[in-house]
């Protein structure tokens, strides 16, 4: 019986990868202002834009996600066949940590991202699984949970231009059929949120998104990779570098003809941009 299971598992990553040969048309890569992880639950403007992208994209072989909420020392891949959901907050209603998305994993696809990668030795991840900086995105673009999907670490002890190079060795995976989305956000400063007046505006917050926005239409992105550089307002906007980076993956994937679009471009709670990405 142990054998017919192996035979069978060993036949199933076959053929997945047989299906991961290049294609015509290179899949986009996206990078997903995420927020708040209610908005796995809540129907609103923000999750009405991830689902609407799923209309004019070609269904997926399978999704790779580098998440601001899974940092680590050196870099992973998960390689399980089965992630579990992480309910990895606190303080948010039974409703929410009671949500699981069960899509399945995929070592094939880990194994070969891995290979890809000729910067850092990639180490396969047997215990993570699906933070909410993935799952609570990627419920609302496909509630089926029948796509493969595996997630990418960051290198907390890397700086910016060392993931953005890192970022450009993976574009052979978009060829394949493979939805890279980077979640984060590109403007997030928890300590400044505006309990008080939601709706309000920070100037420095609306100076850093629009500086961003123009850099990525320009396609000038060594500023975006010196940040730090950016003067007040990008140091307001990123305290700390985790939710800024998974941009950094997707910028590293543009190719000179990819397109860019952005997408839920809104500031919500004065201090978090839900500002979304199109690359291709």
């Not at 990553?13 to 047989?18: A, C, G, R, T, V």
């Not at 997903?32 to 994209?57: C, I, R, V, Y």
Request: hydrophobic share 40%; aromatic share 10%.
């Amino acid at each position: 019986m142990l054998g017919l299971f192996a035979l069978t598992s060993l036949r199933s990553l076959k053929q997945f990868s047989d299906g991961l040969e290049p294609q015509e048309n290179k899949m986009p890569a996206l990078f997903m202002g995420h927020g708040s992880p209610m908005n796995a639950l809540e129907d609103n403007e923000f999750t009405l834009g991830w689902q609407s992208l799923t209309k004019n994209l070609p269904k997926p072989k399978a999704i790779l996600c580098v998440s601001a909420h899974w940092e680590t020392r050196g870099t992973y891949v998960t390689a399980m066949e089965k992630p579990k959901t992480i309910h990895d907050f606190g303080g948010f209603p039974p409703e929410l940590h009671a949500v699981q998305y069960p899509a399945p994993g995929s070592p094939e696809l880990a194994k070969q991202t891995a290979g890809l990668i000729k910067k850092t030795e990639v180490g396969l991840d047997y215990e993570w699984g699906f933070d909410h900086g993935s799952w609570s995105v990627v419920k609302r673009m496909y509630p089926n949970a029948d796509i493969p999907m595996i997630q990418m670490s960051l290198d907390h002890y890397k700086d910016a231009r060392w993931h953005y190079e890192l970022a450009r060795e993976l574009g052979e995976l978009r060829k394949k059929g493979i939805l890279i989305i980077g979640s984060g956000n590109m403007v997030h400063n928890l300590r400044m949120l505006n309990w008080q007046n939601p709706g309000d505006k920070y100037d420095w917050a609306e100076e850093a998104n629009t500086t961003f926005k123009s850099l990525i239409e320009k396609g000038d992105h060594q500023p975006l990779i010196n940040y730090t550089a950016l003067g007040k307002p990008a140091a307001l906007a990123i305290p700390t570098p985790e939710h800024y980076l998974p941009l950094l993956y997707v910028l590293g994937l543009k190719e000179e003809k990819d397109s860019v679009r952005f997408f839920n471009d809104k500031t919500v709670m004065g201090s978090i941009a839900m500002t979304s990405v199109q690359i291709g």
